[in-house]
């Protein structure tokens, strides 16, 4: 039997390599809890200014959004989520997997992350990165299209999102952009 002294000795020295110790993975979510009353507001605020932007922007095909009027669950969401729908949401890049690579490739404030709800702003591409290995029909059916990005909208200032969106989609613009015959 390991006393209990000589059981944290060896947590220390030797971590498990694939788990969290979870006093600590306690701790840090006790931690985000007691703020979050803090930071939603601001969140749904973000996320709000950007789909105001990406909705209008010419290099964007569509943008799903519960608070968009044009969204099908807008209704409910208003009536279920009265503070805002969150600051999680995807957008369709118009020019598709290319474009898409190009948009990732060219931000510089969001972080290329799969996770979702952290304090700084991320994005992901699934055509390129996660279902990378699916042809344009598998991702099809798994209902995931080659545009499809997934934005988390995190505490930076909303107009240097917009900016960094706005260059980004730019140069992923005329990377889509057919190329003239040599």
């Not at 010419?58 to 807008?74: F, I, K």
């Not at 208003?78 to 474009?99: D, H, M, T, W, Y």
Request: hydrophobic share 45%.
């Amino acid at each position: 039997a390991v006393a209990s002294g000589q059981f944290f000795f060896l947590m220390i020295r030797r971590p498990p390599r694939s788990t969290l110790f979870p006093y600590t993975t306690l701790f840090r979510s006790l931690q985000g809890v007691e703020t979050l009353h803090l930071r939603m507001p601001r969140h749904v605020e973000n996320a709000r200014k950007v789909v105001a932007f990406l909705d209008q922007a010419a290099e964007v095909d569509w943008v799903s959004y519960p608070d968009l009027p044009d969204h099908p669950d807008h209704a409910r969401a208003k009536r279920l989520l009265p503070r805002g729908a969150g600051s999680v949401f995807s957008f369709g890049i118009r020019g598709g997997r290319a474009a898409g690579r190009v948009l990732i490739e060219r931000l510089g404030l969001f972080s290329h992350l799969a996770n979702v709800g952290d304090a700084k702003s991320l994005v992901i591409h699934p055509a390129s990165t996660t279902h990378q290995q699916m042809d344009a029909a598998a991702l099809e059916a798994a209902g995931v299209g080659e545009e499809l990005v997934r934005l988390s909208v995190g505490l930076e200032d909303p107009e240097d999102l917009i900016d960094d969106l706005r260059q980004a989609l730019k140069a992923a613009g005329r990377a889509a952009l057919p190329r003239a015959a040599e």
